[in-house]
Every structure is written in structure tokens, then in C-alpha cells.
């Protein structure tokens, strides 16, 4: 099913892009009320940068998005803008996180 696809998970860390052009290439729907990527379409640049199904629009040009604002945010951004995204950390990642670390994962890719 589809929402327990996009839940949250427990371990997460913030990916930062730079949205070069659009179209970009993610569809985006409010999951418990979170704006989360829904599809990523091959050969646009989304797919290309890594986004992946589940991850979760934080910021869009630089200002904080919510449920209400995301789409209004991204329709307004004029290509070249940041953007930043919430998503799940990878195996090694929480295993790093939990050898000792305070398990705040925190990266950037797509720059």
C-alpha cells in the first residue's frame, strides 16, 4: 500500500538539490500531512538527482514548506532555486548513527 510505502522513517537525513529546470520530474501529494513525493519520472532530472518515492519537500527556494504551502512555493520558484528534502538514510547510515553517534543524520547530495 502506498502510505505505509511513504511513512515516515525513523531515521532520516536532509538532502539539499538545486532544481535546474523544470519540469522536474516528481509528483507530490499531501501523506499525513506532509508534502511527500508520490512518483519520480524517468529521464527527468528528479530521477537523475536520486529523488526517490517517500521523500519529504522541506524547502523549496529557500523558505520552509508546509502541506498548505508547498505547491503554491514550487509553482512560483524560477529555475535555478534550492531545494531541500527530507529522506530515508541508507543502511550504512544508521548503522553509523547508532554505533554512537546522537542519531541526527544530516548529508547533501545533487550539488
Avoid: Y
Wanted: no cysteine; hydrophobic share 40%.
Amino acid at each position: 500500500d502506498l502510505d505505509d510505502e511513504l511513512k515516515d522513517s525513523e531515521f532520516s537525513r536532509e538532502a539539499a538539490f538545486i532544481v535546474q529546470t523544470k519540469p522536474f520530474g516528481m509528483q507530490v501529494q499531501i501523506r499525513a500531512g506532509k508534502p511527500k513525493v508520490v512518483r519520480v519520472v524517468d529521464g527527468l532530472p528528479a530521477a537523475a538527482l536520486g529523488i526517490k518515492r517517500g521523500d519529504t519537500v522541506w524547502e523549496v527556494g529557500g523558505m520552509k514548506v508546509t502541506s498548505d504551502n508547498w505547491f503554491e512555493t514550487w509553482q512560483q520558484a524560477i529555475p535555478p532555486f534550492g531545494l531541500k528534502l527530507r529522506v530515508a538514510a541508507t543502511k550504512e547510515e544508521v548503522e553509523a548513527s547508532t554505533a554512537g553517534s546522537d542519531g541526527e543524520l544530516t548529508g547533501q547530495m545533487g550539488e
